[in-house]
């Protein structure tokens, strides 16, 4: 089996039984399309061995975080895999290198007031300022992915019931509550967006840039990255820290675990967990406040 040809089987593999997303289908066939880069010209599947990733990686090693060793590496034995099944090779030698130790980060987040202060700079003035508000409330009051928010059509938003359908990794479908503040930015950006962009089937999108084509996730990045240097904001602030915002600050209210993993989309509770060290200072003020021995 040749290698581009293998490559072309599992992107279609990825795309059309495990449903994923055209993004994460594209960052898969980078990774191998790297690795097989790597390789002497004439390399064959089956003889690729684990001493083989192992040079590979190790040389990745030397520019990147260890994260992103970590993905690729998980990348191959997903693809190998894939190749067992086929019956292109007999073992997955990815599966006998280690992964590389990770360290334990915390997610980044934003405060309160820095959360409003960005908010309140998009004076939301014209139909495309409508339109930054709209996002960036929907962004920090439902916790979405950015690809999901792009991904959003007109249909899949009830502003009248205050929930948003939402199609998440592995076309995984959930409901999500809308706040108040973002459910008024989305009704008077909806209004222009609709008399502007009548909805047909080539104009679905909910966010849509000036000539009505919906907006991409790397335009999202741009337009918040505008508005974090207009309010003055001090750190890099990314549409998934948003998100992280959105569960922390949840978290820090009261909210219930289980209910934020649900709104997150997250297919463990594990993952989820990571926001209760974020909450840790918070906890802690609320055990000194009302444990009788604190």
Sequence with gaps: MKLHEALTSF?????????????TVKNYGLDLQQFFAALPQAAILENIDATAIRHYLHGILKTKASSSVARKLATLRSFFRYAIRR???????????????????????????????????VDAADGMTMRDRAMLELLYSSGLRVSELTGLNLHELSVHDGVVRVLGKGQKERIVPIGQKAREALEAYILWRTSMFPAHEETMALFVNKRGGRLTPRSVERILNKYVKKAGLQKTVTPHMLRHTFASHLLSAGADLRGI??????????????????SLDKMMEVYDKSHPKA
């Design 11 to 23: 992107e279609t593999y990825l795309r059309d039984e495990r449903r994923f997303s055209v993004h």
């Design 87 to 121: 019956g292109w090779c007999r073992t997955n030698p990815a599966k006998e290198v280690a992964t590389p130790k990770l360290p334990k980060l915390l997610p980044k987040c934003l405060t309160i007031d820095e959360v409003t202060a960005l908010l309140d700079v």
């Design 261 to 278: 993993q649900e709104m997150l989309g997250h297919a463990s509770l594990s993952t989820t967990q990571k926001y209760t060290h974020v």
